[in-house]
């Protein structure tokens, strides 16, 4: 009786694996926990009664994607429902002619024009089903593909504070199992309203044999009803249980698979742990589905056993009409097949319906992230950039993360004229990366102005203000696709167009290393795919360089652009940077820890916990005695032996 009770969600028993790599139970995902209330509380009924505004809202979507398509699917699907009525019709006929008084000979012959329309109908039935299936290949795509577009579309415009922030990141990541919930919604809207057709069609000729067959019906259908609900929310109760289980899962085993799986998973055993904590963790998840099997099959003994009963009760009426003279044997002959025919419907509309529910809350969903990457979604429109070079001022900034308890950065004001080399150094986590966010326009402040050429960057369009920018960083975002495209991408908004791409490439001093790949500018930067191939460290930073060169804008902000580069190559970068600066409209904002390099900076500003504590150029930092930055660069030099020249800038041995 224990496994009859209203289902709850269970608590996953722990397994060796999951308290060794994560402490303790997994926790229970939150977007789960919203929906797995009502939906334990949900009975066939309010299911019932939602089923119409679940079908508007699936219909809608597949109206506007394709119109045509949606009204043949309904079309083919209302004389298919009409063809099971006229079969059903057609077999009474054949059923009457052959049960009626005569020679053998002659019942065949009277049965004849009910058998051929009957096996018409049927013919029918199957080519319906067969154009259903080519609109359905036609439709469902199109609005899989819609779905899945609004829903990246959205997340690529959404703040990146917003982004940051955990219970955001949490909604808007769980849109995702969304975007093809739609399609699964049709495809089983599909089968709900044909098997309601169907069944409309048998409960009609059956009440037209007799009013008590369409009750006996319904005594049929009643438990199977009962049990495909009760399985369905005891799934959904372990599935919320067992949420960041299976999560946890598919993430620690994903690396195992990957081309580029990192060298730990073989030299340090990694990839051992990994495979145990998979079978130790899966092994668990089995005694959970064995559980719900279990569950699963005692619920549908309990519903075969009353709908049985039910059945025989239905067969013991239609003996007692026969006997009394109520029915006679053709009708009941029909009566047979349409019972037959009915229950195998209904089991179709009850389990379809019960999937358009799960699908419905993953729609859910993803609506809900859509909605909330809209309020959260970098705004649009506002005052353009005047002029075309770059003159930043920040005032009295100050910056806090998202659910951090202390600034990032504090009251910091300082300037990035045009046409200069400008420099951030300070130690880890001084604020300097953070900074550079604020400048691109990337975040905006929590106290503070951050402006481009007198414009308010919280004021003005956002897309002018990115359109000033270049980024480069450390770790260059290495996407899978051609080398060539990896460069184009730095200016995704134009056509690609080759010589420029070569022209970047040829600055970043990266040009011949491509060429040199066994498929040149068309090899992928990514193993595990036909023309794959894997760049060095230091060769990214190059393409990354040649990225930021193609995209050519007056800002370019620079974090520890030469980490991955030989001595030779560092010091090459640090002069182009400071070749692009020539012009005297284009700006660096340089981010780096390699003093010897900020030397040549027009501006040095100094970060130290959050706030700027020094600037000016290298000279006068260098004539502050006891100064922070001077105390940095003393330590760092002293590290390495002067060149005999006195040059600083490249460090030749240790001491
Ligand atoms: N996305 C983030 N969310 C919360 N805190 C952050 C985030 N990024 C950085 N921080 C915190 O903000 C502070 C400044 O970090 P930031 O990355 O700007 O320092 P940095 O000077 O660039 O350091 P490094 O030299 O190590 O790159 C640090 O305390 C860091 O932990």
Request: glycine share 8%; charged share 20%; hydrophobic share 45%.
């Amino acid at each position: 009786m224990k496994l009859l009770r209203k289902p709850t969600a269970t608590q996953p028993p722990i397994s060796k694996s999951e308290q060794l790599l994560f402490s303790g139970t997994l926790r229970h995902d939150k977007t789960w926990a919203q929906h797995a209330d009502p939906l334990l509380r949900m009975s066939f009924w309010s299911m019932a009664r939602q089923f119409p505004t679940m079908l508007t809202v699936i219909a809608r979507i597949a109206w506007r994607e394709d119109p045509r398509a949606l009204a043949v699917l309904v079309g083919a699907q209302v004389v298919s429902g009409v063809m099971t009525a006229f079969l059903l019709v057609s077999i009474n006929q054949v059923l009457v002619a052959l049960f009626s008084n005569g020679p053998t000979s002659d019942k065949l012959w009277d049965a004849l024009p009910a058998l051929l329309s009957g096996g018409a109908a049927s013919s029918a039935s199957v080519l319906l089903g067969c154009l259903i299936v080519k609109v359905e290949a036609r439709l469902y795509p199109k609005i899989e593909l819609a779905c899945g577009s609004a829903y990246y579309e959205m997340m690529s415009r959404v703040e990146m504070a917003a982004m940051e922030d955990k219970d955001i990141q949490r909604k808007l990541a769980a849109g995702i199992n969304g975007t093809d919930s739609v399609r699964r919604m049709l495809d089983s809207s599909v089968w709900v309203v044909s098997g309601l057709m169907s069944l409309t069609a048998a409960a009609v000729v059956l009440a037209s044999l007799h009013p008590l067959l369409v009750g006996a019906l319904a005594l049929i259908a009643a438990p199977r009803w009962w049990g495909a609900v009760v399985v369905m929310r005891r799934a959904y109760a372990s599935r919320h249980a067992w949420i960041d289980h299976a999560r946890a899962v598919d993430v620690l085993i994903y690396p195992i698979t990957r081309a580029d799986a990192t060298p730990e998973l073989r030299v340090h055993g990694a990839g051992r742990v990994l495979v145990h904590a998979q079978k130790d963790m899966g092994a668990t998840a089995a005694k959970e589905k064995e559980r719900l099997g279990t569950a699963e099959a005692v619920t549908e003994i309990i519903a075969a056993t009353m709908s049985g009963t039910a059945r025989v009760l239905a067969y013991a009426l239609l003996w007692w009409l026969l006997v009394s003279g109520g029915m006679p044997l053709a009708a009941a002959g029909t009566a047979v097949f349409a019972i037959r025919n009915a229950t195998g419907y209904l089991n179709t509309v009850v389990n379809q319906m019960n999937q358009m529910f799960e699908e419905s809350l993953y729609l859910t969903d993803m609506n809900n992230a859509i909605k909330l990457g809209k309020d959260h979604a970098i705004p649009v429109g506002g005052a353009p950039v005047p002029g075309t070079g770059v003159d930043v001022v920040l005032r009295d900034v100050s910056f806090r993360y998202p659910g951090a308890d202390k600034d990032a950065l504090v009251g910091v004001s300082l300037t990035i004229p045009p046409g200069k080399v400008v420099a951030l150094v300070g130690e880890n986590g001084s604020g300097k990366t953070t900074l550079a966010a604020l400048v691109a326009g990337l975040y905006l402040p929590t106290g503070g102005t951050v402006s481009y050429n007198g414009v308010e960057v919280r004021d003005a369009d956002r897309e002018s203000v990115f359109d000033r920018v270049a980024l480069l960083s450390q770790s260059v975002q290495a996407w899978p696709m051609t080398v060539k495209a990896n460069v184009h991408i730095g200016d995704g908004g134009r056509p690609l167009v080759q010589e420029d791409v070569e022209a970047a490439a040829e600055r970043a001093d990266v040009r011949t290393i491509v060429e040199e790949l066994p498929h040149g500018w068309d090899s992928i930067a990514i193993k595990g795919f036909e023309r794959g191939t894997k760049l060095s460290g230091g060769q990214w930073q190059r393409v990354g360089v040649a990225r930021a060169l193609y995209r050519g804008r007056a800002l370019n902000i620079v974090d520890e652009p030469t980490a991955a580069l030989d001595p030779r190559a560092e010091i090459e970068m640090f002069e182009s940077l400071h070749e692009l600066t020539d012009d005297g409209a284009t700006s660096v904002l340089l981010i780096t820890h390699r003093l010897a390099a900020t030397a040549s900076a027009d501006i040095i500003y100094v970060l130290h916990e959050g706030r700027l504590i020094e600037s000016g150029s290298h000279g006068d930092l260098m004539a502050i005695k006891d100064g922070h930055y001077r105390g940095l660069y003393e330590l760092q030099a002293s590290q390495y032996a002067a060149e005999a020249d006195g040059a600083t800038k490249v460090p030749t041995q240790r001491r």
